[in-house]
């Protein structure tokens, strides 16, 4: 049994775009973010072959997603979110882990992600679980406007 299992968190499942999934996602995407993705980016995205839409279900509801986008030898991190009243509890680390185990699985050697400067969580969260800062992008961010952190994992030289 995996390690989050075993914590109580229930494992992530794969997302897919039927209509109640992408409103439970545009909710909690609503609610996590101050410039949050709309339910056509998340549509176009259940329709990319090239992106995993991933999540956990408590007691029948999503309580988290991610997002993760694979090309060539690069997963790339789009979006995760976890709903606030169950956040520092380790489902983002459930999360994050499997999305590292689908990038492998699609053959990716790194997965790369950008956050605000000021997202603490956030950068606790990859900063723990084996992501080092690799760049900055100056002023990416708008409402607030901020600098983005790359990072990213390498999970194969
Ligand atoms: C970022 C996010 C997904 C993390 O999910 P989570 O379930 O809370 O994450 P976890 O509980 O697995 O771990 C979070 C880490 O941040 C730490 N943390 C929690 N609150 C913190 C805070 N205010 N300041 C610093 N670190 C904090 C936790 O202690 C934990 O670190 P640990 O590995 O030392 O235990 C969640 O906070 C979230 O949904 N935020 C809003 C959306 C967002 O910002 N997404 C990321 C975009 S890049």
New binding site residues.
């Given amino acids: 049994m995996p390690a989050a299992e075993a914590r109580g968190i229930p494992a992530p499942v794969t997302l897919t775009g039927d209509p109640a999934t992408v409103d439970a996602i545009a909710a909690l995407e609503a609610a ?2 101050s410039t949050p993705w709309s339910k056509d980016a998340f549509k176009a995205s259940f329709d990319n072959e090239f992106v995993e839409i991933s999540g956990i279900y408590e007691d029948g509801e999503l309580v ?1 997603y991610a997002v993760l986008f694979t090309l060539f030898e690069t997963s790339d991190l789009q979006d ?3 709903r606030e009243d ?8 459930a999360l994050l882990s499997d999305c590292v185990a689908r990038a492998a699985a699609r053959g990716a050697d790194r997965v790369c ?4 400067e000021g ?4 950068r ?2 990859y900063e ?1 679980n084996g992501f080092r800062q690799f760049g900055r992008r100056k002023n990416y961010y708008a409402y607030p406007p901020e600098d983005a952190l790359l990072y990213q994992r390498i999970l194969k030289e």
């Fill in positions: 996590s973010f988290a995760i979110a976890v169950l956040r520092g509890k380790e489902y983002g680390k992600l950008e956050v605000r997202n603490a969580p956030a606790a969260l723990h």
